[in-house]
């Protein structure tokens, strides 16, 4: 009878509010212990509750960004090299457009993307420790490193969405898009259409395997297109300001929306302090722009091909 009567008792109340007295009725604070609502709070009567009975850490405000900027471009285009210098081209393009699946709230569409570049993290550590258990010797040496670049926007036709530059070892290119797909559908909590009557323009995920290195260097172009041009300073140095303004992008740039927290992002596995290390291990050539040289490589094999060099002369040594 009380599970009845608490049952009717909230019957009129918005679900958010349902949930929350459901929560109190099982015995369960809102709001634990570090300050962390359970669930999403709104204005209701048990929001109130919850907001008058405990304290709520907020969350620490995010940037809000309309154009990446030119150290997210440097940043963004040494971790590509970095990628390419220690044996990885990113040959893997992943699309996510979030808004397809129904979301609409920026802060959650954030979450998910955490979320994704979370799990895609995971997908690589758990499928290296499946490959080193095999008795074939040439899949047990195999390495899938989490190594890729992202950047969020939002678009006319997509809304809020994630483009990734990633690395997939060639083999394992067709699992990793099942998994993918999968892994998309299943945090947007919808379906996965069916392929034959779906829209091609309509795909929550859509992924590319990329050939060869200069199509690895055109999507990175790609991705950047949303760099604010007129925002470069006007001291910087004039081939490195000419190549930005009249080489660097395949198309005209476009302002990519509105973005609140990180615009974009790398992999700890060809970031800064992956740099470094390579740096003293296995010595690092000068890369374009930290080291701005108009002669040396800006987009090419010149990475992959050094680092190949490199790390065969340090077996000879060795």
């Not at 907001?51 to 963004?76: C, F, G, N, Y």
């Not at 129904?102 to 802060?107: A, I, R, S």
């Not at 483009?163 to 797909?181: N, S």
């Not at 999507?219 to 910087?236: A, D, Q």
Request: contains cysteine.
């Amino acid at each position: 009878m009380a599970d009845d009567f608490d049952s009717d008792r909230f019957r009129d109340l918005p679900e958010r509010e349902q949930r929350l007295a459901a929560l109190r009725r099982d015995g369960i604070e809102p709001i634990d212990r570090q300050g962390r609502p359970r669930v999403v709070l709104g204005d209701g009567p048990e929001s109130r509750l919850a907001l008058s009975t405990a304290h709520v850490r907020h969350a620490r405000q995010q940037p809000i960004s309309d154009h990446l900027t030119l150290a997210e471009w440097k940043r963004m285009y040494l971790a590509v090299a970095t990628a390419n210098y220690r044996g990885w081209m990113l040959n893997t393009f992943v699309t996510v457009s979030w808004e397809l699946s129904g979301v609409q709230h920026p802060p959650y569409i954030k979450s998910l993307h955490d979320r994704f570049t979370d799990l895609m993290r995971r997908w690589c550590r758990d499928v290296t420790k499946a490959l080193q258990k095999s008795p074939d010797t040439r899949l047990s040496q195999q390495e899938v490193p989490f190594a890729g670049i992202w950047v969020r926007e939002v678009g006319e036709r997509m809304g809020l969405h994630t483009h990734l530059l990633v690395h997939v070892p060639p083999p394992l290119f067709q699992r990793f898009r099942r998994w993918a797909r999968r892994a998309a559908h299943t945090l947007t909590e919808t379906p996965r259409p069916d392929p034959r009557t779906g829209s091609a323009g309509k795909q929550l995920v859509h992924i590319q395997q990329l050939s060869d290195v200069d199509g690895q260097w055109r999507v990175f172009r790609y991705m950047m297109k949303g760099i604010n041009r007129e925002t470069l300073p006007p001291t910087m140095q004039p081939d490195f300001r000419e190549f930005l303004t009249v080489e660097f992008p395949l198309q005209k740039t476009v302002p990519q929306g509105r973005i609140e927290g990180a615009r974009c992002g790398a992999s700890r596995s060809i970031g800064p302090a992956a740099r470094e290390h390579l740096r003293e291990t296995l010595g690092l050539p000068g890369m374009w722009p930290e080291d701005f040289d108009p002669a040396a490589p800006h987009y090419g094999r010149d990475y992959l091909n050094t680092g190949d060099l490199r790390r065969s002369l340090l077996q000879i040594e060795i």
